[in-house]
T-cell receptor, first 112, second 111 residues
Framework: GENVEQHPSTLSVQEGDSAVIKCTYS??????FPWYKQELGKRPQLIID?????GEKKDQRIAVTLNKTAKHFSLHITETQPEDSAVYFC???????????FGTGTQLKVEL | KAGVTQTPRYLIKTRGQQVTLSCSPI?????VSWYQQTPGQGLQFLFE???????NKGNFPGRFSGRQFSNSRSEMNVSTLELGDSALYLC??????????FGSGTRLTVV
């Protein structure tokens, strides 16, 4: 079945530094890879996603890279700010994405 | 444009009871999915509905069921509640094959 491994489980960085979170998936049919940010007590919010026909996508300080051969994808946050502190989840979807399998989450803490 | 609305926000039930949770998707979104979020298991897929039909189902016991109405609103039901069913239940809607938007969830506590 589908499985997504996410690392690290916790990440602490200094404000202004970069943060990288990595995920590995197992299903070769996976074709959709979103990233969600969840602040404490709030709903998960989609921050960026990538489809299998693209190797990289960027949106301001956030970027995602996908390596289909190695079956892994990564989230890159540059110039981190305290408001970036949250739990980040990667996910993978197949067949049009009507089911997402989530990673276990990364608690990112941006310290002043 | 209103987001995904889930009611109620909080719920406390006793073991053995049943519960019904409601989800109103974003206007125009025909696909509604349900996820269970717990500290130990993370986010797990329950089921997905599209045009009143269940298209996919996760690995949950038959006590977990759902349905979707003609206006795309969805309900999920859990019967014979167990302590382990305590969780945040999240509903998500989307208009095409990608781009799920989550609601704020229903926090269910079983005592």
């Amino acid at each position: 079945g589908e499985n997504v491994e996410q690392h690290p489980s916790t990440l602490s960085v200094q404000e202004g530094d970069s943060a990288v979170i990595k995920c590995t998936y197992s299903d070769s049919a996976s074709n959709y890879f979103p990233w969600y940010k969840q602040e404490l007590g709030k709903r998960p919010q989609l921050i960026i996603d990538i489809r299998s026909n693209v190797g990289e996508k960027k949106d301001q300080r956030i970027a995602v890279t996908l390596n289909k051969t190695a079956k892994h994808f990564s989230l890159h946050i540059t110039e981190t700010q305290p408001e970036d502190s949250a739990v980040y989840f990667c996910a993978e979807g197949t067949g049009g994405g009507n089911k997402l399998t989530f990673g276990t989450g990364t608690q990112l803490k941006v310290e002043l | 444009k209103a987001g995904v609305t889930q009611t109620p926000r909080y719920l406390i039930k006793t073991r053995g009871q049943q519960v019904t949770l409601s989800c109103s998707p974003i206007s125009g979104h025909r696909s509604v999915s349900w996820y269970q979020q717990t500290p130990g298991q993370g986010l797990q897929f329950l089921f997905e509905y599209f045009s009143e039909t269940q298209r996919n189902k996760g690995n949950f016991p038959g006590r977990f069921s759902g349905r979707q109405f003609s206006n795309s609103r969805s309900e999920m039901n859990v019967s014979t509640l167990e302590l382990g069913d305590s969780a945040l239940y999240l509903c998500a809607s989307r208009v095409d094959s990608y781009g799920y938007t989550f609601g704020s969830g229903t926090r269910l506590t079983v005592v």
